[in-house]
């Protein structure tokens, strides 16, 4: 059973323009599910309708078979659906790193010794221990996120949605951020959704949806997706770097086999070519 | 500017360090009444606050000359204080006189009393705030005000702006700098011109500091309400405050010291004469 679906969604911040436009999709419990789209597609509103930040006009949003629209139930589905911003410094609250960590369980009420605890677990699956009494202002971009993160982690939820978490990230502060994504989403089995203009980041996506003018435009695996280079670009968006330099060389006449979007494909295929010749 | 600390806190483990930041803030408190409590001239009583300010920044490992030097932010107020007491203090025997200025004896003792009460309560308080962080005040203050639940006050609100605030204290800076910085770049000039050019100048900068204060107390609200933030109702502290034995001995000593400044209000001819 999916644990998040959104059935025939329709949102507007005002009168004349959609914002995002008869949307369905479901993702199922465990899965890493990637959305794509070029800036102003609506992708960000999409984050916004699963934790209930902003209700739908038309049709529903289901999380765990509580709905959004429910008021009551809205406070069920942010213990469910953990949202990371993209600016890491507008999303935290306390100035020592642990009392942030805790914002989350004290606003759920929980009790002081499983507060301590969970901020443990949270900030060892981000992999900041160390920084547990430090102060998130002397800290880089990356590690502000994974604090970030941690904070949302130690809400326990079952679906972790990213809304451009890396976007403001240099790429080593991007690389350490998508480690701690993979792993949760591997080792804790947590459901991932990320929301991202990154293309490197969807490759290793379990399912890929483009949004394009506020609808789904095209669904997929990361393979079938990038298969449609040209539908790809029309929406404004690039290949994976690995993709694209396959192009470049078979214009060059070196011809790789299709499909090529991570570097280690890249590094065979190129390493097999050599042989053959 | 990432570096900026807000106040002028200084990390250290010591006794005073240690202390709960609620008998601090009291003990602070007392520690101005027993100032205010010492009757004019009777700089005995002075001397008895000067020494447990002493003996407090013994304890609190912070280097003496750091606690004096808060002084020096209120230096032009206390001397212009002592001015007005000197040269205008018309009672008492005349010792000069010159034009229109009469400088007399009570004067004289005036402004030594104003000036020694002034930097008293300036070097109390900020062994506080060296000691002390401000969320730990902040905390302090939060925990103190918790009675005022009882008239409706809105203690945990007002206790979350004010962490909040101090949170994004080098944030701000932090975005000023580049603020500056950016419009430098395009030629805006903060230097040069008399103090209202050079405030105009600033509009520039404060106006888009401004608009982006907007915007992140948006993001961060959303990022709030995304964590489950529903106001105080239900929710639990995950930091408490514990009492301690050195915050006995600290409430003993100053207890002792206002003691002492009364006793000295009403027995000082026993000493002085």
């Known amino acids: 059973m999916a644990i998040l679906s959104l059935e025939n969604v329709s949102f507007s911040y005002d009168k004349h323009s959609n914002a995002v436009k008869d949307v369905s999709l479901s993702v199922e419990k465990g899965e890493y599910v990637a959305i794509i789209g070029h800036n102003g597609s609506g992708k960000s509103t999409l984050a916004k309708l699963f934790n209930g930040l902003v209700l739908p006009d038309k049709g529903s949003v289901i999380v765990d078979g509580f709905s959004t629209l429910n008021k009551k139930e809205v406070f069920e589905i942010r213990k469910r659906v953990g949202v990371v911003f993209q600016n890491p410094d507008n999303q935290l609250v306390a100035s020592i790193v642990e009392d942030d960590v805790a914002f989350g369980p004290e606003n759920l009420g929980i009790k002081r010794e499983e507060i301590g605890q969970r901020i443990e677990f949270a900030l060892s699956a981000v992999g900041m221990e160390k920084f547990r009494h430090s102060s998130p202002t002397r800290l880089s971009g990356g590690q502000k996120q994974r604090i970030a993160i941690a904070g949302v982690l130690a809400l326990k939820p079952q679906i972790l949605v990213l809304d451009e978490s890396t976007a403001m990230l240099d790429p080593q502060g991007r690389k350490e951020v998508l480690e701690v994504i993979k792993k949760l989403n591997q080792d804790n089995g947590v459901t991932v959704i ?30 079938e997706i990038f298969n449609q280079k040209e539908v790809i670009k029309g929406f404004g968006l690039e290949l994976p770097l690995c993709a694209e330099i396959r192009d470049k060389l078979a214009r060059q006449g070196v011809i790789l086999p299709d499909g090529i979007l991570t570097k280690e494909r890249l590094a065979e295929e190129l390493c097999a070519l050599k042989r053959k010749s | 500017m990432k570096d900026v600390t807000f106040g002028q806190y200084f990390p250290a483990k010591s006794f005073v360090h240690n202390m709960d930041a609620r008998v601090k803030i009291l003990a602070v408190i007392a520690y101005i009444v027993a100032v205010f409590l010492v009757k004019a001239f009777h700089f005995l009583g002075f001397l008895a606050c000067f020494l447990f300010v002493i003996i407090a920044t013994i304890f609190s490992r912070v280097p003496f000359l750091k606690v004096l030097r808060s002084i020096k932010g209120i230096l032009f107020f206390i001397i212009l204080s002592a001015i007005l007491q000197i040269f205008f203090n018309a009672d008492g025997k005349i010792l000069l006189e010159w034009k229109f200025i009469k400088i007399t004896d009570k004067g004289l003792l005036n402004a030594g009393f104003i000036v020694a009460r002034i930097s008293l309560i300036v070097l109390g308080a900020s062994l506080l705030t060296l000691t002390t962080s401000p969320v730990e005040i902040a905390d302090g203050i939060e925990s103190l005000m918790y009675p005022l639940k009882w008239i409706k006050f809105p203690v945990h609100e007002f206790a979350l702006i004010m962490s909040i605030a101090l949170r994004f204290i080098p944030t701000l800076l932090d975005e000023t700098d580049r603020i500056i910085k950016a419009q430098k770049a395009r030629g805006a000039d903060f230097e040069s011109g008399n103090l ?27 990022a709030m309400d995304a964590r489950c933030y529903s106001g105080s109702k239900n929710r639990t502290k995950y930091k408490k405050m514990r009492l301690t034995w050195r915050d006995a001995v600290a409430t003993v000593f100053i207890a002792g010291l206002i003691v002492g400044v009364v006793f000295l209000n009403k027995f000082y001819w026993l000493l002085v004469v």
């Open chain 1, 194 to 223: 990320t929301i991202t203009h990154y293309m490197d980041e969807v490759v290793d996506a379990d399912k890929v949806y483009v949004i394009n003018d506020g609808k789904i435009a095209l669904c997929g695996t990361p393979q």
């Open chain 2, 196 to 222: 209202f050019k050079r405030a105009k100048a600033l509009i520039p900068v404060l106006i888009p500091l401004l608009i982006s204060s907007f915007r992140r107390a948006d993001e961060l609200a959303d």
